[in-house]
C-alpha cells in the first residue's frame, strides 16, 4: 500500500465513529472518551503520522525492520495478503 491508500484508509475511521461511540457508551464500566477528535482520522494528520518514521529511518519499511525488528517475509506475506486476501478472509462492505 502506498502512502495515499494508507491515508485515506484511515480517514475512513470517520464513518464508523457514530457506532464506536455507541459501543463505548453501552459499556457501564468505560469511561466516556475524552478526547475532542476521537474517531476522526484527518488526512493531514495522517500523513504527519507516516512522516516521522519515513524520515527517522528512511522508509516505514525502514521503520518496520529497524525497530520492530519485521523481517522480510512475513511483510512479504503481509502485503500479499492485503492485496489479495485469501478467500477465508472477508472483507467488510461499505455501509
Do not use: C, F, K
Amino acid at each position: 500500500m502506498d502512502e495515499d491508500d494508507i491515508v485515506a484508509d484511515a480517514a475512513l475511521t470517520g464513518l464508523a465513529s457514530g457506532r464506536l461511540l455507541a459501543d463505548w457508551r453501552a459499556d457501564p464500566d468505560d469511561q466516556e472518551p475524552n478526547r475532542p477528535g476521537y474517531g476522526r482520522a484527518p488526512a493531514a494528520v495522517g500523513r504527519l503520522v507516516l512522516a516521522d518514521p519515513a524520515v527517522a529511518h528512511g522508509s516505514l519499511r525502514g521503520y518496520a525492520a529497524e525497530l520492530l525488528g519485521a523481517r522480510d517475509e512475513p511483510v512479504a506475506a503481509l502485503r500479499r495478503n492485503l492485496a489479495d486476501p485469501p478467500a477465508s478472509v472477508s472483507r467488510p462492505r461499505a455501509a
